[in-house]
């Protein structure tokens, strides 16, 4: 089965792409919140250089830029509409000013050196027929040794029981959350083809890109977050 890319899903309107993912991930604002309190923890005070890998729509600079401002960004997307999403919300605010974000790929990023990474529900969309782990390697590749990587995404083995009850929940879930029932259904369908792996897989995926000290910090139905260390 050919993997669901991000554009390939039915989304009625970009530029309500932050309302439908705070409908959708169950505990989105906590995802933001977390890393945010993980990398004041980790980095040193004064100047970092944050890789966000998957920027598109901006909301991890958002979220992570108005309160340090020692803090720059990178991002990267493969998707030109979703980069242009991010450029427009975060034209004119504070954390705008410290950030670029490009159409590219992580493969084809020439900035290295970077003091810590995200990829929050971006990893998920690339296949694990080689492709997955190229791409952990190419993160891993742009990050200082010991830099930590924030990394969420969906997860599971399509079929198995706990994964099908979790994708019921989530469903139902959105509806709870605001979404509308035929979007949550369309949502649910799509998500049956998206190239999730199981935590173990995940794991040892980003073990075998060079990744250390796997730290799980958030879990959400599927979705699940880890630190990760360069
Ligand atoms: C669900 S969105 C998440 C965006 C953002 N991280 C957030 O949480 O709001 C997934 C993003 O990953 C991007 N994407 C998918 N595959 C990618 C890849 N191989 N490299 C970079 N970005 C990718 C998509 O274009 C999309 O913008």
Redesign the pocket.
């Given at each position: 089965m050919t993997a669901l890319?991000?554009?390939d899903q039915e989304l009625p309107d970009l530029d309500n792409?932050?309302t439908l993912?705070e409908q959708f991930?169950p505990g989105r604002r906590a995802?933001f919140a977390i890393v945010e309190a993980s990398f004041l923890e980790l980095l040193p005070k004064g100047p970092a250089r944050i890789l966000?890998?998957?920027?598109?729509?901006?909301?991890?600079i958002l979220r992570l830029g108005p309160d340090n401002p020692g803090w720059s960004f990178v991002g990267?997307?493969?998707?030109r509409p979703?980069v242009d999403l991010a450029l427009r919300r975060l034209d004119g605010t504070p954390a705008g000013s410290r950030s670029q974000v490009e159409e590219t790929?992580?493969e084809n990023l020439e900035q290295r050196d970077f003091d810590a990474a995200?990829?929050?529900?971006?990893a998920h969309?690339?296949p694990d027929d080689g492709a997955k782990l190229a791409?952990f390697k190419a993160i891993h590749a742009r990050m200082k040794p010991g830099a930590p990587l924030a990394i969420?995404d969906g997860t599971g083995v399509p079929g198995e029981p706990e994964t099908e009850l979790l994708r019921r929940i989530w469903k139902r879930h959105a509806v709870r959350n605001g979404a509308a029932e035929e979007a949550a259904k369309a949502n649910a369908e799509a998500f049956k083809k998206v190239a999730v792996v199981s935590s173990e897989r995940q794991e040892d995926l980003l073990r075998s890109a060079g990744f250390e000290r796997l730290t799980p910090i958030f879990r959400g139905l599927s979705v699940m977050g880890w630190l990760a260390f360069a």
């Open positions: 890319k991000f554009e792409y932050a993912a991930v995802i966000v890998v998957g920027a598109g729509g901006g909301e991890e990267v997307d493969t998707h979703m790929a992580v995200t990829c929050i529900l971006t969309f690339v791409f969420f």
